[in-house]
């Protein structure tokens, strides 16, 4: 194995144990080292500048910055870089918003480990790494008689503060955790109350439970 041929990954999660266990993972083959890691969002996005990987292994639940703004960002100074997303929530969630954002590919963190490294050789090969259900739900999206969810009218940020809401979270908690104003989450929760014609909070945890997008 040439040093060519080496696939190098940068780590991007804010769990030190996450972290250590993807290191792990990958310290059995081969053709892939752990050439770096990032803590949050500003740290992988500077690695990311700095060329040190192929493929970026991106947590989309970042302490700093929501994982696909990471994502738009890294693709933007450096689009040959593939972008693995990696979550703890359900495919039908963010994987499609992540690939539409310039993501390679979208794997759950509950994935077997042999999935996690062909997904990484796929991504650096070029191609998409999709799973069976992605697959499935993709092909359901392009049906002629599929109306768009109206969830997926949302921005990211507005959909980002609708499963928070739905989680029992309030605007304050939720201002707190993004690192954002009070004013600019109330904004992001009245624009997709009207996106969504919903009334209350209430509805719209109704909403969010009803169509799957909280656990």
Known sequence: MTTKNVIKVLIADDHAIVRE?????????????????????IEAIKLSREGACNVLLLDISMPDRSGIEVLKQVKKESPKIAVLMLSMHREDQYAIRSLKAG?????????????LVNAIRQVATGRKYISAALAQELANQISDDHETPLHETLSDREYQTLTMIASGKTVSDIAN????????????????LQKMKLRHNAELTHYAIKNHLVE
Do not use: C, F, W
Request: aromatic content about 4%; overall charge positive; proline content about 2%.
């Open 177 to 192: 955790e993004l690192v954002l104003s009070v004013k600019t989450i109330s904004m992001y929760r009245s624009r997709l």
């Open 103 to 115: 993501a390679s590919g979208y794997l759950n963190k509950q994935s077997a480990p042999a999935e």
């Open 21 to 41: 266990g993807l290191k792990q993972i990958l310290a059995d083959t081969k053709d892939i080292i752990v050439a770096g890691h990032a803590e949050n969002g």
